[in-house]
């Protein structure tokens, strides 16, 4: 079945860059999402990016996708305080009936 | 536009008992997912409705639990008997179907279960 595999935490310091990696074992994925886990909410979908995609970048944040290596990775410039947060990696098929697979969840904290 | 919203936030409740967890999707979202996520682990597909129809019921762990979406609208997931392994947030998302390529799952805060 779908996996997706991702580290439990990431510690940067305020103004560094994350880099937080992912890898998915289902080679028909389409779409690849992170989603944003604030602290008491729910879960925001902060980008993704098409399986025939390499590079997809939205201000501060930065999607690479190697799909020869089933691997995603989101790079967060400049991280603030305001990006501490629990990022989860997410995959899923082609088609409007697929279900969302997700990762465990990497907890990113930023130090001041 | 609200957003998908959850009842209760936070419920605790003895082993054996019953619990309801409460979903109202964004309006006109025909598409209704349930998932779970236990502490620690990956946050796990339970169903999915299309209007009041489940089209995908695999992630359901046991008959021990209860999905039902009356009229196509708000959806319901009831938990009878309750177990201590059923402890975790439960989230539910919707989304639109036609016109909508990215079928995008808008979620919800989550409903935190403990069970005791």
């Known amino acids: 079945g779908e996996d997706v595999e991702q580290s439990l935490f990431l510690s940067v310091r305020e103004g560094d860059s994350s880099v937080i990696n992912c890898t998915y074992t289902d080679s028909s994925s389409t779409y690849l999402y992170w989603y944003k886990q604030e602290p008491g909410a729910g879960l925001q979908l902060l980008t993704y990016?098409?399986?025939?995609?390499d590079m997809k970048q939205d201000q501060r944040l930065t999607v690479l996708l190697n799909k020869k290596d089933k691997h995603l990775s989101l790079r967060i410039a400049d991280t603030q305080t305001g990006d501490s947060a629990i990022y989860f990696c997410a995959e899923r098929g082609s088609g409007g009936y697929q279900k969302v697979t997700f990762g465990i969840g990497t907890k990113l904290q930023v130090i001041p | 536009e609200a957003g998908v919203t959850q009842f209760p936030s936070h419920s605790v409740i003895e082993k054996g008992q019953t619990v309801t967890l409460r979903c109202d999707p964004i309006?006109?979202?025909?598409?209704l997912y349930w998932y779970r996520r236990v502490m620690g682990k990956e946050i796990k597909f339970l169903l999915h409705f299309v209007k009041e129809s489940k089209q995908d019921e695999s992630g359901m762990p046991n008959n021990r639990f209860l999905a039902e979406r009356t009229g196509g609208t708000y959806s319901t997931l009831k938990v009878q008997p309750a177990e201590l392994e059923d402890s975790g947030v439960y989230f539910c998302?919707?989304?639109?179907?036609?016109?909508?390529?990215?079928?995008?799952?808008?979620f919800g805060p989550g409903t935190r279960l403990t069970v005791t």
């Open positions: 309006s006109g979202h025909d598409n």
């Open positions: 998302a919707s989304s639109r179907t036609s016109g909508d390529f990215l079928y995008e799952q808008y």
């Open positions: 990016i098409f399986s025939n995609m």
